[in-house]
């Protein structure tokens, strides 16, 4: 395998809740497949947990593709 073809180039980043929360969108060299990854992080703490839980599984309609 090309190193190439795992190569994800990122086009923006936005940093939301306070932090917690990373959404990266961009391009995978290989397939050109456009993508949006995101990562989360919470402490051990259930209300934090279920406000970041909340805010994902709303993202979608937060962002949407033109």
Known sequence: MHMESSLFYASSCLVAMNKRILHLEGV?????LDCLVSSVY?????LLKKELWDYVVNFKDI???S
């Open 42 to 46: 919470a402490l051990n703490d259930g």
């Open 28 to 32: 995978f060299y290989c397939s050109n």
């Open 63 to 65: 962002v949407h593709k």
